[in-house]
């Protein structure tokens, strides 16, 4: 039912129009569902039907759109540490050596004795969240029946989460959908094709809107 | 009015100045209903559909400069938003779509459904669509799970008379493959 080789890429799209009948990528797209859907989506994004035209709330999302374009639209504000005072400048200022000294110091002793303990480690490697702590997800578990249960805390004014799974080479595997409660029972058949077998770390990200809000530390689930 | 083609090429000349970025503006601006539109025709929610609209048009304005022209600009948005809305909604369960089979609401007690969709491979269900179902069953049910379509753009596409002709044909569909389903599961015991 499927043929993957033969199947329209999106950019062809619009080239296809120029194709003969007789071209095999339109004599397979006549019979394949999947490119015709392709075509039927191309077609129905360029030309939406005067009902979804005229809905009410078009209005006032256009007015939001436009108002989130001329935000993305500003340029960076100029950083003010710029010029003879610059960051580097003063860090480097001879009033700073000692504090420099001890730093470096400090980074030796640190590779000297951590790093060969961290090298050792046994268990799981674990992705850290990055600048945002406040989103705890709690232990995955397997239920009896196979799916994955997750389960985590609220981030205030998050829209919805995502759940984003990694293999435990720290590769991202895939994401969930949009998930709008804090806790969900994953079918073996609803996650990535590559997290259905094997070890995994799983991380939960809170969003509001596009914008990422929080993420949590990534959990490990060894299967 | 300038093309969009003379928009991105004024966007290229100076991507980070303000020319560039009022071109890349009056750009994106020009096809901001389009992305709502297909954002809504997926999610079937307004907020939701402008949440959405938003992610696909900053993630546009950042790769801008990378589109190469091979298609139109509206196709390349065309594709963003379509790639973004796939991924944001959970696709239609072979075997279960309140949306489309009114009639699974209604049941009540354990779904058995839902127990052999926790037991049987995605690949094995499958399987069972090309042993069990004929083509049209099966382009239906492709089209709903997999290319995540409105029951209105299936019965478009597969030229059926009404909407109600698609939902026919899908609980059809799924209720052949629940049989094949009860069968199999029969024959392994």
Redo the contacts between chains.
Sequence with gaps: MRNEDGCLAPDELDAMAKWPASDRRIVHARNCPRCRALIEAHRLFHAPTPEELGAPHVEAADAALSAHLERIMQPAAPSPSTGNDSWWRLLFAPAMRPALAFAAITIVVGATVFVPRMLTRTSAPVLRGGSHAELVLQAPAIRADGALALRWQSVPQATHYRAVFYSTSLEELGHSGDLTGTQVVLMRTQLPAAARTGDLLIRIVAMRGGDELARSQAESLLR | MRSDEELLAEFRADP?G?PG??A??EL??RH???????C??VVRD?E????????V??KA?RSMADFEG???F???L??I??NRCL????APSLLRDEEADPDQIASSGPDPAARY???V??DALRELM?QHLDEQE??AL??RC??R?TVE?IT??LDLQAVSGARALLQRARRKLRAALERREEGDR
Excluded at chain 2, 32 to 38: A, F, M, P, S, T
Excluded at chain 2, 48 to 55: F, I
Excluded at chain 2, 87 to 90: L, R, Y
Aim: without cysteine; charged residues 30%.
């Design positions: 980070d303000s970025r009022a890349a503006s994106l601006g901001q209903r389009q992305v709502y539109l297909w809504h025709r307004p939701r559909a402008l949440d959405l609209a938003q992610e048009l900053t304005f091979r298609s139109r509206s196709s390349w065309f594709v938003a379509r991924s944001a909604v959970t969709e926790q037991q491979d995605e090309m099966r382009e492709w089209l997999f290319e379509m753009d478009r596409i």
